[in-house]
């Protein structure tokens, strides 16, 4: 059974950047996608962006609200995915979780495509 625990959140101001990890145990997913959502207070979970695995060469896939400010990537070798997050908006604050899907190697942006969780990291970003 494969856990994923993120780091890496916390409070920022308004402009800043944060980098979270999200590291792999139980298994590894260098052919996975692994994905990034988020969830503010009384809001749905939405997808944030999304790393294919090794046999779509890594393509990526952002939400449109965090495209140009994001980076998602992913090292394999130490079944870590991090997600660079750049000129943070109060907009953003959620709790941030990554996901490994359940043999998808495309830049898939569903939930139900994903089959293991994290916890999820809170950020929280200070006008």
């Known amino acids: 059974q494969m856990q994923l625990v993120e780091s890496g959140g916390g409070l920022i101001q308004a402009g800043g950047s944060l980098r979270l990890s999200c590291a792999a145990s139980?298994?590894?997913?260098?052919?996975?996608?692994l994905g990034w959502f988020r969830q503010a207070p009384g809001r749905k979970r939405e997808f944030v962006a999304v790393?294919?695995?090794?046999?779509?060469?890594?393509?990526?896939a952002y939400a449109d609200s965090v495209k140009g400010r994001f980076t998602v990537s992913r090292d394999n070798a130490k079944n870590t995915a991090y997600l660079q997050m750049n000129s943070l908006k109060p907009e953003d604050s959620a709790v941030y979780y990554c996901?490994?899907?359940?043999?998808?190697?495309?830049?898939?942006?569903?939930?139900?495509?994903?089959?293991?969780w994290g916890q999820g990291t809170q950020v929280t970003v200070s006008s």
């Open positions: 139980g298994g590894t997913f260098s052919n996975d996608a």
């Open positions: 996901a490994v899907s359940s043999g998808y190697a495309g830049a898939v942006k569903l939930e139900l495509q994903y089959a293991y």
């Open positions: 790393i294919g695995g090794s046999w779509s060469g890594g393509a990526t």
